[in-house]
């Protein structure tokens, strides 16, 4: 039948994938450590149309390459830093980073094309948490309290991990304790580390590796190779009493969703125009 | 459905609540020992639909799977025990804490009895005693307890003088004679996040195992920490952080309301697909 009525209907679906996306970020403008998510949209398979038939018996002519839809393929995370917001909590840390790689020059979505087309992605920090299933998962909020029994926790309630594997303990008021950029914490008034206390600073070479998990939390599904503990030459900073915000971009996530919407227009409208065909080929045709 | 309607608004009920506590804040501007109160967003629940091994195409920087979000909520709610202006009042009942440590206040208990609450407003007063003498309380009329857990009985006679470490005297009237009432109690809570209001600038700590180690009497007030007599602690709200704070949330509503408006939209296209 006619193939751009389902070509069109893949992309009004495509284009509310889009939408969701986008609505999810507006949603989270003032959520702190939110990563924004784009969602990339790419063409079916293309396929080669031929004219069979014509004058001379077994001759096709081409008539050239067509894809018969659109789909929301991945939904992409961008890592870029957030504001800081000063919050004067001695709990609240934010992690500002940038990692460098040699020879690569990253462009703001944090990406660095070399001339033979390889493509670096820059290396992301976070804090490391014990995820409800067991697991070691990583997030940028650091909006953390610490639970009855001392133990560090994040808003959502998981252990925020120590370099040991183990959770941080602290059972004196974190009004004494400064927290050092390598993640040591330091007792202000003994002028010494806390031993055993160092925050496990994990960097992700391939961020796009992470796969988010909700509640602020992501989960590495790349190789075991690709992650490890920050290392004295990182140009990682914690400062504490801040927040990162959500980096989010309310001015571009209103544009993005208005194109969704009127592509999704566009798209519903020329599967009106289709019907339209349609009707006029099942009900005007060959009448009499 | 339409997870876009979903996610917008989820969010906006979240941003309702925040609006709410920053009105909660504005409006105590000026209660005496207020403290602000902060709170905390969340991303809620993503799905992953999962994809069949041939998405997996070049080009692609991630891994198979297409993650949904679906909005956001208010995961914690916080106190900001920051230190307040204090205010002179000259009268000797009010007193205040500059420093870290909270006054405690025997409050009666579900079951009979009393148990301890905590405050940062001063603004006491003295009661008469039913076995003579005038018991320091609170505005509510709470009695406010000394270093042995007792109320604070202040003799007929006799006039309140409260030393910046705490000591409590008791000065005639008639021939200034001065008698020992004691210290007034000062704890130190260790992980203000413990602290649940209960309203009347009053906070409890709910039951929790190791109590002594989140709750600490002060044997002695630290460095920096004194009490003062003839004032007052302000409300530590700052009305231009609430207001632009206020400005924000207010937008981030509008901006989801408006995500809401074109979700309902492009329902409405879906269903005049065939007019």
Known sequence: MLRGLYTAASGMMAQQRRHDTVTNNIANLNTPGYKAMTATIRSFPEMLVSAMGGSEQNRTSPIGKLTTGVFAEESRINFGQGDLVQTNRAQDLALVADIEVAGAVFDESGKYVDEQGNVVYQPQVFFTVLAPNGERQYTRDGSFRTAPDGTLITAEGNPVLGVDGQPIVINDTWDNIAVLNDGTLYDKQLGQPIPGAQLMLTVVDNPNMLIREGYKRFRYEGPPGGIRQVQPGDRVEIRQGFLERSNADPTQSMVDLMSALRLYEANQRVIQFYDESLRLAANEIGKV | ?275
């Open chain 2, 1 to 275: 459905m339409n997870n876009s309607m979903i996610s917008s608004s989820v969010s906006m009920s979240a941003l309702q609540k925040k609006l709410d506590l920053i009105a909660e804040n504005v409006a105590n501007a000026n209660t005496t020992g207020y403290k602000r109160k902060t709170s905390v967003f969340e991303d809620i629940l993503n799905s992953v639909q999962p994809q069949h091994e041939d998405f997996l195409q070049e080009g692609r920087s991630t891994p198979l799977g297409f993650t949904q979000g679906w909005g956001m909520r208010m995961s914690a709610l916080l106190l900001d025990m920051s230190q307040a202006t204090l205010m002179a009042t000259n009268l000797p009942t009010d007193l205040a804490i500059e420093g870290k440590g909270l006054f405690e206040v025997a409050v009666p208990a579900p079951g009979g009895g009393t148990t301890p609450a905590y405050t940062r407003s001063g603004s006491f007063q003295l009661l008469p005693h039913p076995d003579g003498g005038r018991q320091l309380s609170t505005n509510t009329g709470m009695p406010v307890v000394n270093q042995d857990g007792e109320p604070i009985i202040v003799p007929d006679g006799y006039e309140l003088r409260v030393q910046s470490d705490g000591t409590l005297v008791g000065v005639s009237e008639a021939d200034d004679t001065i008698i020992d009432l004691g210290r007034i109690r000062v704890v130190d809570v260790r992980m203000p996040e413990l602290l649940r209001s209960i309203g009347d600038n009053l906070y409890v700590i709910d039951d929790i195992p190791n109590r002594e180690n989140v709750v600490v009497v002060m044997d002695e007030l630290p460095e920096g920490t004194m009490i003062m007599q003839g004032y007052t602690e302000a409300s530590n709200v700052s009305l231009v952080d609430e207001l632009t704070e206020l400005i924000s949330v207010q937008r981030a509503y509008q901006l989801n309301a408006r995500a809401l408006y074109s979700a309902d939209q492009m329902l409405g296209m879906a269903v005049r697909l065939r007019a």
